[in-house]
């Protein structure tokens, strides 16, 4: 499966975004998905995931950010509410392909797009 991540941009501290993440083929639904960031100079971290088992979310983030899926239309969503600027990173989705659903190991996910940049000025 391909993945492309897109919907990252400037915004001030409280704002919101909502990052997508399309994907090819006809297999989408198959797949546990999450969404991971990067910000300059730290390891990437885990931001939320969706399986058949439910949502999971980064402490960090929970409350705040919704994770869903459309499988009709082979895209994943991350809705970003009440942004702050540590939320500044590069966003990644990714599709996992070991180890049970909603893992927050980046090394379960075999799949990635490219990364959208999502910027909170304070």
């Known amino acids: 499966v391909q993945l492309q991540a897109s919907g990252g941009g400037l915004v001030q501290a409280g704002g919101s975004l909502r990052l997508s993440c399309a994907a090819s083929?006809?297999?989408?639904?198959?797949?546990?998905m999450g969404w991971f960031r990067q910000a300059p100079g730290k390891e990437r971290e885990f931001v939320s995931a969706i399986s058949w088992s439910g949502e999971y979310y980064a402490n960090s983030v929970k409350g705040r950010f919704t994770i869903s899926r459309d499988n009709a239309n082979n895209t994943l969503y991350l809705q970003m509410n009440s942004l702050k600027p540590e939320d500044t990173a590069v966003y990644y989705c990714?599709?996992?392909?070991?180890?049970?659903?909603?893992?927050?190991?980046?090394?379960?996910?075999?799949?990635w797009g490219q990364g959208t940049q999502v910027t909170v000025s304070s």
């Open positions: 083929g006809r297999t989408f639904s198959r797949y546990n």
């Open positions: 990714a599709a996992q392909i070991r180890g049970l659903g909603g893992s927050y190991s980046p090394a379960n996910y075999g799949y």
